[in-house]
C-alpha cells in the first residue's frame, strides 16, 4: 500500500527543501558569504545602483543598508533578488574587489579576496543562476590578482606570514617545569619538538 501524507498534517515540504538547500553549506560559511554580499550590495548602491533591482533598493532606502539589514534581505533566497543577474559582469564585480580595503585603509591579502569571490559563487547559487559564464574571466582576473598581490610583497609592501607563530623556547621551558610529573608524555614531547610547534 503505497504510503500518503496526512493533508491535515503540519509539514510542509517547501520549507523543508529550503532547509536542505541553505544546509549545503556551514552557517559559519555563510555568515562570511553573507557579509561580504552585504558589503557588496552596499558598495553597489554606493557606486553601481543600475545592478541593484527596484526591489533591493527600496529595500534599502526603507530599512537601511547595513549589513544585518541586508542579511535579512538575502534570507529570502532564491526569491527577491538584490541584484540584476542579466546586466551583472566581471568588471563591475572586480573594480568592488580593488576597493575592498582593510580598517586601516591597507590592502587584505589574497585569501580575503579569494573568500569575496566565494560569497559571489553563493550568491548565483543561492539565487539559482547560472555563474559558469563569467568563472572564465573571474579566473583571469584572479590569477592576474594573485600575482600582484605577490610581487607587493616580493617588494616589501605588506607583511609575510605564513602558517603559525612558533612557539618561543622560554615559553616551553616554563611549560615544562610547570607541568606535574604525571605528565611524563607531554614533558617528553615539548623537549624533542618544541621547534616544530
Sequence with gaps: MP???DEDSNFDAEEAVRVIRTNTISKKSRDVYDGSIAQMLKWFYDNKRHLLTEQFIQYGITYGFAK??????LADAPSNAPVKFEDFNVQDFMEWIVSVRKEDGST????TY???????????????????PLQ?????HF???QRTKTQALANGEGRVKIGKDALEFALCLLLMKSAKPDYVFTHCFMTYC????
Design 68 to 73: 544585518a539589514d541586508i542579511r535579512r534581505f
Design 143 to 145: 590569477r592576474g590578482l
Design 108 to 111: 587584505p591579502t589574497y585569501s
Design 114 to 132: 579569494n573568500c569575496r569571490r566565494a560569497g559571489l559563487f553563493n550568491l548565483f547559487r543561492d539565487y539559482k543562476q547560472d555563474i559558469a
Design 3 to 5: 504510503d500518503h501524507a
Design 136 to 140: 572564465s574571466e573571474l579566473k583571469t
Design 194 to 197: 618544541w621547534n616544530l610547534m
